[in-house]
């Protein structure tokens, strides 16, 4: 294969298909990608260019047929280096010598691609996004409505969510590489607390220098929390605030190897002597994990997976404490479609991952949940076999101490 690819042929056409199964399924004639998750998942176009909403990037796939990319000029050389497509329809600005023009701007681009095709366009679904995945200007959308009038405009947010939600094998690969060398980065800096002096923002460089040097190109979360104060937020940046010994210090960290997101939790005492009480919360929130993983089956729904977690909690005396659900899927986004949360309907598939989460943290239910004094919570990914789960990371250990490095 090309190196410069993201990925090979191969893999390209199995994603436009699953899309365009998805299209089928939703009556779509065009799927209009626009976050840069979508747009490197339906192209393989990756660049740090996507990052701004300032110039739009869209991947047009059709009902049949090959897709299309508009975007600047500048980026060509990106697409013909890294993507498949070969349809490329590039805006600019017309008085500067940049080379062949294909369009006016993104809306005339899109309309000389709809054009192009062999069927009619009646039906097109745009990225309106549900909380999980958004990147779409609006004023994009109302320029597309005004100048294709016979066409309906739906969101087809869950068009592209259920393509994406069932992993290849070279997809579930790098899931599992991230894992692996985030758990390493996080044990090894683990090792290196010293309290009293370490503070957190030194923990989360130790994690974030020993992720790239093992091959993660990317970090897209990397919460460090400690102390009794700040164990009530749960994404928060880390601060210059050092660990002091006896404290609890939750990590919570995503890193990336060819876009595709790993997302675990672990959790350290900076002491040697792990109180009792610890140690059964820690073993609970392991007990989540383990309670789910045994009851992934194909069939089962994400909600019916969240209760099965939820309940291994709620049967425990720390029933009191249950404050989020219990997991989500994750892919080129650290949280994707499904989410396990009550009510949820969609059924688990072979190729699914899940990162499979829950805790236990103490608080004064007269305050509510901004009072919790302590956090153990543990998170892993978990593929949805042919049969049963298998885990992807982990099970990761119930918690650290410094005894563990001594």
Not at 4 to 22: N, R, T, V
Not at 35 to 42: L, M, Q, R
Not at 145 to 168: C, E, N, P, Q, W
Request: glycine share 10%.
């Amino acid at each position: 294969m090309d190196v410069l690819k993201s990925f090979s042929k191969e893999e390209f056409e199995s994603h436009i298909g699953k899309l365009q199964e998805s299209m089928a399924r939703e009556d779509l004639d065009l799927l209009i990608l626009s976050s840069s998750g979508s747009i490197f998942y339906g192209s393989g176009y990756r660049s740090w260019y996507l990052s701004s909403l300032f110039r739009p990037v869209f991947v047009l796939v059709p009902r049949e047929g090959e897709p299309g990319i508009v975007l600047r000029y500048l980026e060509k050389s990106t697409v013909q280096n890294c993507s498949w497509i070969s349809r490329i329809y590039c805006a600019g600005t017309a008085s500067r010598n940049y080379g062949k023009l294909d369009c006016t701007g993104h809306v005339d681009g899109i309309m000389k691609f709809v054009k192009e095709l062999p069927f009619p366009v009646r039906r097109a679904g745009y990225e309106g996004g549900n909380g999980l995945s958004f990147q779409w200007p609006l004023e994009v959308l109302d320029e597309l409505r005004a100048a294709m009038r016979d066409v309906t405009f739906v969101d087809g947010s869950l068009a592209i969510m259920r393509a994406r939600m069932r992993k290849t094998p070279w997809e579930i690969d790098r899931i599992r590489t991230a894992g692996y060398i985030t758990e390493r980065a996080i044990a090894d800096s683990f090792r290196d607390i010293r309290p009293g002096y370490t503070t957190e923002k030194d923990l989360a460089a130790g994690i974030a220098s020993r992720m790239c040097a093992g091959g993660i190109d990317q970090i897209s979360y990397l919460t460090v929390n400690s102390g009794t104060k700040k164990l009530s937020t749960f994404n928060s940046y880390a601060t210059s605030r050092v660990i002091e010994p006896k404290d609890l210090v939750l990590v919570d960290i995503s890193g990336h190897i060819d876009g595709y997101a790993s997302d675990l939790t672990r959790t350290f005492y900076a002491g040697h002597a792990l109180p009792a009480e610890y140690r059964e919360m820690a073993d609970m929130a392991k007990g989540c994990l383990e309670a789910g993983i045994a009851a992934m089956r194909p069939g089962l729904s994400v909600g019916e997976l969240n209760q099965v977690i939820e309940d291994y909690l709620l049967a425990s005396k720390y029933a009191p404490f249950v404050v989020h659900s219990s997991g989500h899927s994750i892919g080129l986004n650290v949280v994707e479609y499904p989410n396990l949360e009550p009510g949820g309907t969609e059924l688990l598939q072979p190729g699914m991952v899940f990162a499979l989460e829950n805790g236990v943290y103490p608080y004064d239910k007269s305050r509510g949940a901004e009072s919790i004094y302590l956090s153990f919570r543990l998170e892993d990914q978990a593929l949805m076999g042919e049969e049963r789960g298998e885990w992807l990371s982990g099970p990761g250990r119930a918690i650290y101490t410094l005894a563990d490095f001594t």
